[in-house]
């Protein structure tokens, strides 16, 4: 260390003595003022699909973080409609102060189920979500208003579900460069089969506001189903020209859908 350096830093140390430690006052303050931002905006939670975890999120959770949200993730097991509910219900009913829930594809369901008669609950947001009503299985819908996805699933021995990999691409995430696809068929969970026939009793949305995101472009969940859920539901509802997965392909655009929720509800 040059004697010009050593005479720099200690000017420096004495100007932080003189202060007061009036630098980490400052400090103190900025990080003070961060939380109370934060506290004052909805918690965020979301809500995976199947064939997914939360780490599918990756993309997004940054954004919100940046935007002064606080955000969690469930990691559902996607063994049983019942299990999945149980498991967000308990992460939902343990933040404090005002939530908006967001729920992808098979997510659209268990986010009606667990966030039912939580007063803390201001939105739900679906992203080409299932959203069905009271005692409603989705499997006489999807038959409806069908895509590839069925012939695409191959069951194991204990009845649980993936996507053959070399589907992945084009019904699951075809706006996603083929190597990424790679991965989310490397990584997918595997959901049970009987959750497509499993029912709700009071869907969330019923009384709570809620947002839907069609993805038109959507080989997994035909988007003109999408479209009848949103108008059912009486949603506020947006569309964009993405596949399934459009929180990965899109992130900026379900960001700001997610904000929009937000801010709309607060009170």
Not at 161 to 174: P, S
Not at 183 to 201: L, M, W
Request: charged share 15%.
């Amino acid at each position: 260390m040059t004697t010009k350096t050593v005479a720099a830093f200690s000017l420096g140390l004495l100007f932080l003595a003189a202060a007061g430690g009036g630098a980490q006052t400052v400090r103190t303050a900025k990080k003070s003022a961060t939380t109370a931002s934060a506290a004052a905006k909805p918690t965020i939670v979301l809500v995976h699909g199947a064939f997914a975890d939360a780490s599918s999120f990756q993309y997004l959770i940054p954004l919100l973080l940046n935007d002064g949200y606080n955000v969690v993730a469930v990691q559902n097991p996607l063994s049983s409609l019942g299990d999945d509910i149980a498991t967000t219900k308990r992460l939902i009913d343990a933040q404090k102060g005002p939530v908006v829930v967001v729920g992808h594809s098979y997510g659209g369901i268990v986010i009606s189920g667990a966030a039912s008669g939580n007063p803390n609950v201001k939105a739900l947001v679906y992203l080409a979500a299932f959203a069905p009503e009271a005692n409603e299985p989705v499997g006489p819908l999807t038959d409806k208003y069908p895509t590839g996805l069925g012939k695409a699933l191959r069951p194991d021995a204990a009845g649980f579900l993936y996507i053959a990999c070399d589907q992945v691409h084009d019904i699951f995430a075809a706006d996603l460069p083929v190597s990424a696809a790679r991965v989310v068929c490397a990584t997918q969970k595997p959901v049970h089969n009987s959750v497509f026939g499993a029912t709700i009793d009071s869907p969330a949305w019923k009384t709570i506001p809620s947002w839907y995101l069609v993805s038109r472009q959507d080989h997994a969940l035909n988007p003109d189903l999408e479209r009848f859920y949103a108008k059912r539901m009486g949603a506020t509802t947006s569309e964009i020209n993405a596949s399934h997965v459009a929180f990965i392909s899109h992130p900026k655009v379900v960001a700001r859908l997610i904000e929009q929720a937000a801010t709309a509800t607060a009170k």
